[in-house]
């Protein structure tokens, strides 16, 4: 359920109370405030299908001065809204403008990003050395790395490229800077090579690509259809922040080729998330307002897909003919 306020110009009233009546809304009002040319209506939508007369709104006010659209969401209401059968039917998708302002923070760069990132990669090497699962996940609940892999798969969907660009930015110098700590570290202390926590982001498998898909998908998912995704956001932090500290321990401690198979099992990562993300905006039918928009998307989202599959392709090959499912020259702790 949501409330929808819209201010608008007065030239525009018939056409937005056009799109109101084909909208259809529980309840709507209109209001004529103290200035003579500026209208404000009030749309309460029980239904999920509020995202066509949003697109028509902003097609009518295009062009005009003074108008804003403020998407307000509705926790109850009494007396109770009887929901009619083919609405339990419909696909549950958050609004386009909502989902924007979800991921939009994860495509910025802050003192707090950064912090974060440095505090959680500290944890999660401190917790990998030390064989601590509490610790691990300590980290995890803490990184910021899901946003900005969220924010660019949606940038792509919308054919947003400021947006892809800010995203991707943060998403490499959030990597680097985890792991840039995380050398340090491994220069600093001695690395545990007996740690099992550590030695398992070094294995990586079939199983690996599908934890990924699953974990991106999900994320996704949350995020599209406005359901709060916290152990989503754990489940995306595990396939991230972990090997790209074992990473950095790795170098620290000289050990060059466990740190290229945590680094292949952090791109594995990387790309199914990113894939599997792009596929459920695209199944959720997430896409732009106008048709020229809509065309650059699927462009972008064609390309990007090709790529990340190719890439995929590539990563599996290099993990059967490698076969980094086992260690054999590596004694592992009983």
Not at 56 to 78: F, H, M, Y
Not at 139 to 157: E, K, N, Q, R
Request: proline fraction near 4%; charge should be negative; hydrophobic fraction near 55%.
């Amino acid at each position: 359920m949501r409330l929808i306020e819209v201010t608008f110009p007065d030239h525009c009233t018939s056409d937005v109370m056009r799109a109101v009546e084909e909208a259809e809304p529980v309840f709507h009002r209109l209001f004529e405030p103290d200035d003579d040319d500026i209208r404000l209506l009030k749309v309460f939508f029980g239904k999920d299908d509020t995202q066509g007369f949003i697109d028509k709104l902003q097609s009518v006010c295009n062009g005009s001065d003074n108008w804003r659209i403020l998407i307000l969401p509705v926790e109850g209401t009494a007396p109770a809204l009887d929901k009619p059968e083919d609405e339990k039917k419909q696909k549950r998708v958050a609004l386009r403008e909502e989902i924007y302002s979800d991921v939009a923070d994860g495509a910025d760069l802050s003192t707090d990003f950064f912090l974060l990132t440095l505090a959680s990669t500290i944890v999660a090497a401190v917790g990998l050395n030390a064989d601590s699962v509490a610790a691990v996940i300590g980290a995890m609940v803490i990184a910021p790395l899901l946003g900005p892999i969220l924010a660019f798969s949606f940038a792509t969907a919308l054919g947003d490229g400021k947006l892809s660009m800010r995203s991707a930015r943060n998403a490499v110098l959030g990597l680097l800077v985890g792991t840039g700590a995380a050398v340090v570290i491994g220069l600093i202390i001695p690395v545990n090579l007996e740690s099992e926590e550590l030695v398992s982001r070094t294995i990586v498998g079939i199983d690996s690509i599908a934890l990924a898909l699953a974990a991106g998908g999900a994320a996704a998912l949350s995020i599209s259809t406005g359901v709060a995704g916290a152990l989503v956001g754990v489940m995306v932090a595990v396939a991230l922040l972990p090997p790209a500290a074992a990473i950095g321990l790795f170098v620290g401690a000289g050990e060059f080729v466990f740190a290229a198979r945590s680094a292949l099992l952090l791109t594995v990562n990387v790309i199914c998330i990113m894939l599997a993300a792009q596929g459920v905006y695209a199944f959720k039918g997430i896409r732009p307002r106008t048709w020229l928009e809509k065309k650059s998307a699927e462009g972008a989202v064609r390309n990007n897909i090709i790529i990340l599959g190719l890439l995929l392709a590539a990563a599996a090959a290099v993990i059967i003919l490698t076969q980094t499912s086992v260690l054999p020259d590596m004694d592992l702790p009983e």
